[in-house]
């Protein structure tokens, strides 16, 4: 999937509308797992930014936590409807050579 990031034109973007806190508990085994933005950013070849969104000021504190401060990363507290649109996708333009992978996978089916 990610071959393309060879390809040093292109910008790629990665960005987690429901983000949490970077972990989950299993359902199988009861232990706590890697989430997917915290896969994200174990992922080889890297993108090149990336964009984790959560209402829940907390779970964005938390995930603060984990990762700490990196320059490619950018933590928004907010609703994922607005961040997008007025945050996010503004910065990932087709004209501009960037390509972004937006997860959707909200917690309740509150998305409008």
């Given amino acids: 999937m990610l071959s393309s990031q060879q390809n040093p034109s292109f910008f790629h973007v990665y960005i987690d509308a429901f983000a949490g806190t970077g972990y989950h508990l299993s ?13 994200a950013l174990l992922v080889q ?11 829940d000021g907390n779970k964005i ?6 990762v700490g401060s990196r320059q490619d990363l950018v933590l928004h507290h907010g609703n994922c409807n607005e961040v997008l649109l007025q945050d996010v996708f503004p910065r990932v333009q087709y004209k501009d050579f960037r390509r972004g992978l937006c997860l959707l996978d909200p917690y309740k089916l509150t998305l409008d």
């Fill in 27 to 39: 359902r199988t085994s009861g232990g706590m797992v890697l989430g997917s933005p915290l896969n």
């Fill in 45 to 55: 070849p890297p993108f090149r930014e990336y964009h984790l969104i959560d209402l």
């Fill in 61 to 66: 504190q938390g995930l603060r936590d984990i």
